[in-house]
């Protein structure tokens, strides 16, 4: 992952595509930044999926800052955080839509044996561990809840 986001700056950088090359140059530095707070706890540098979990949360990020900038007033600051998402989304892997996302949360539950509110926790770390990247946590979050008050209640 990390080679496919360098071999994308380079190319930026030959076609002079300045929002690319900026963005690029921003998910680097991000995952630079993790990567030396890696080595103080005897990591070399971190893994792809924590570089997936960095594209998500820079893709958040965005999304928090085109609604301030439409609320502001601000739509050409807004369309420049929405090209930085497709930007970054483009190494992101696809993202799973709400049936997708309920159909995994279900069958993981019952992959786990998920009980009740007390396996919240253990369930959502599952998701993470395998859905990384290509899936909405806080929807997620909000199905497992669904699917506890269904079972227990």
Do not use: W
């Amino acid at each position: 992952m990390r080679d496919e986001i360098n071999q994308a700056l380079k190319a930026a950088i030959k076609m002079q595509d300045k929002r690319r090359m900026s963005t690029l140059r921003l998910v680097s530095a991000a995952i630079k930044d993790r990567d030396i707070a890696a080595r103080s706890s005897d990591k070399k540098c971190v893994s792809d999926s924590e570089v997936m979990e960095i594209l998500s949360k820079m893709v958040k990020q965005r999304h928090e800052s085109i609604k301030t900038y439409n609320e502001g007033g601000r739509p050409e600051l807004a369309q420049q955080e929405q090209e930085e998402i497709e930007i970054i989304k483009s190494f992101l892997p696809k993202q799973l839509s709400e049936e997708e996302i309920r159909a995994a949360v279900v069958a993981l539950m019952e992959e786990i044996g998920c009980a009740g509110l007390k396996d919240m926790g253990k369930t959502m770390g599952a998701l993470k561990e395998r859905y990384t990247g290509s899936m909405d946590f806080a929807k997620a979050s909000r199905f497992v809840k669904e699917q506890i008050a269904e079972r227990c209640g």
